[in-house]
């Protein structure tokens, strides 16, 4: 596995839950971390090791991914001298990427791109002209006729269409949950355990639309509170604090920051809402679901949709605050039955069985 950090994100919990899965089945996991950041625990039996870049000449930007993909093919041979030769290399997240399309020891047949999120969303949204024209093609080239995970159809489905890319394999497995360790982790306390309250778990950033969030619960007429828990800059949570006076709903808006273990908050939670404009898979209302905790989401391009089927289904939202307004308030009053779902194909068992599978393609 190789990523460009740990930082308290989705894709980097996916990473470590997979890592964590495959080693209680036996097999061997080594995690290249590109950076020394870590929000998580390491699991035990993982080899984890950090392959970070200490270069500092000012023409440093200039050939950091060349720089940095010698640096990890150094450290990938020294691996395997040590501990013999990988069978599948992963690597997560488009940073990562970028080098590792770059790494002269990877043999290509065994290495999979893994998309965590929707492309077009994240690098193409603010482009435009040159800039546009220039990202198409950077991305293009590290992905075409590169074998290719999606964590959704969606977002295999987007890199084609909105980069030309034609991959040369590509598979589609859905991030992977211990429902065990969720169980655990919820069963912790909470301190609103027995309160009615919505909550929101994510970073603060544009893409996961916390202005849409709260100017939905506003209308929403919903008296319970809103918990936000998840991370960002200053600037980010500032501007939504400043929201929150604005629409008056200050005082029913609980701020609660990163937490390496929300899951007594969720378990606890008469419902979970997103509010995003993308979302790659969409970990936490899986994360919901298993803690049988209803949820709402916007029907945004990605994971959701496919998620949310059935009686879920009821739970998105059009793109738009009044809409997600609307089925928050419809939920919330008229709460489907998730005591019953069949949640498998979610399961770590399921998910390590289909990454095993990709060193026989």
């Known amino acids: 596995m190789i990523i460009d950090g740990l930082p308290g994100g989705g894709a980097e919990k996916v990473v470590l839950t997979l890592s964590k899965g495959l080693i ?16 998580y625990a390491i699991p035990p039996g993982l080899d984890y090791q950090i392959i970070e870049d200490g ?13 940095r993909a010698e640096s990890l093919d150094r450290a990938i041979v020294q691996s395997e001298k040590e501990q013999g030769s990988f069978d599948l290399v992963v690597s997560h997240l488009h940073k990562t990427d970028r080098i590792v399309s770059r790494c002269r020891h990877l043999a290509p047949e065994k290495t999979w791109f893994c998309l965590h999120g929707v492309f077009s969303a994240s690098y193409l949204a603010r482009r435009k002209g040159f800039s546009l024209w220039l990202k198409k093609i950077k991305t293009r080239r590290i992905y075409q006729h590169r074998n290719v995970i999606g964590v959704s159809q969606y977002v295999v489905n987007d890199l084609k269409r909105s980069f030309a890319v034609q991959p040369k394999h590509e598979r589609i497995i859905f991030n992977p949950f211990d429902f065990d360790a969720v169980h655990a982790a919820a069963s912790q306390p909470c301190e609103m355990a027995g309160e009615p309250y919505l909550i929101h778990v994510g970073r603060f950033h544009e893409t996961k639309r916390h202005d849409r969030l709260l100017r939905a619960y506003a209308k929403s007429g ?27 709903i200050q005082d029913r808006v609980i701020f609660k920051g990163f937490m390496p273990n929300p899951y007594p908050w969720i378990r606890h939670a008469k419902m979970l809402v997103v509010s995003s404009d993308s979302e790659g898979f969409g970990n936490v209302l899986v994360e919901a679901l ?35 307004a609307a089925t928050m308030a419809d939920v919330w009053s008229k709460p489907p039955d998730v005591s019953r779902l069949d949640l498998q194909a979610y399961s770590i068992e399921a998910i390590c069985k289909q990454y095993i599978a990709l060193t026989a393609h």
Do not use: Y
């Open 222 to 248: 919903i008296a319970a509170p809103l918990v936000l828990i998840g991370q960002g800059n200053d600037e980010a949570v500032n501007e939504v604090k400043k929201l929150a006076t604005t629409l008056g």
């Open 24 to 39: 209680e089945r036996g097999h061997r996991v080594s995690l290249f971390s590109l950076r020394a950041v870590c929000d």
């Open 55 to 67: 270069c500092r000449q000012p023409w440093r930007k200039l050939t950091e991914l060349s720089r």
């Open 290 to 324: 298993i803690c049988q905790v209803p949820v709402v989401s916007t029907r945004c391009p990605g994971g959701p949709v496919s998620i949310m089927t059935g009686e879920l289904a009821r739970g998105l939202a059009n793109l738009d605050a009044d809409s997600l």
